[in-house]
Every structure is written in structure tokens, then in C-alpha cells.
């Protein structure tokens, strides 16, 4: 699992799948959320906007990222 850091306590979700480039685009983000396919710390995230912290772990198609302070 790889750490991806951010620069401040908390980020929205789809910034994040961006910013660990696990997605190209924002509109990728709002399609794979919406249908089920990541993951926030285990359990399936609808919500786009949904703010992570330090320590959360997301997942998409296999990827497993930790958000990390930077």
C-alpha cells in the first residue's frame, strides 16, 4: 500500500483518487463513486465529496492508497 500525501488534515474524495492518480479526470471520479467501485477504509463510498483524513485508506480496482500527512 502507498502513501499519498496531502498538504492539509482533510481532502474530498475525488480530489484524492486525482491527486494518488488512481483516476484521469473529476468526471471518472463522479462515475466510479457513484458506481460503487471505491472503497473508503472497507466499506463502499457513494459520496464524492466525502472528507477523508490522515489514516484513511481507499481503494479502487485492486489499489489500495493511505492518506498521509505531508
Request: no cysteine; hydrophobic share 45%; net charge negative.
Amino acid at each position: 500500500m502507498d502513501d499519498v500525501e496531502i498538504r492539509d488534515r482533510s481532502i474530498r474524495l475525488g480530489q484524492f483518487l486525482k491527486l494518488a492518480n488512481l483516476i484521469e479526470s473529476g468526471a471518472d471520479a463522479k462515475a466510479l463513486i457513484a458506481d460503487g467501485m471505491v472503497t473508503v477504509n472497507g466499506d463502499v463510498e457513494v459520496r464524492r465529496g466525502r472528507q477523508l483524513e490522515i489514516g484513511d485508506v481507499v481503494e479502487l480496482g485492486g489499489v489500495s492508497v493511505r492518506v498521509a500527512a505531508g
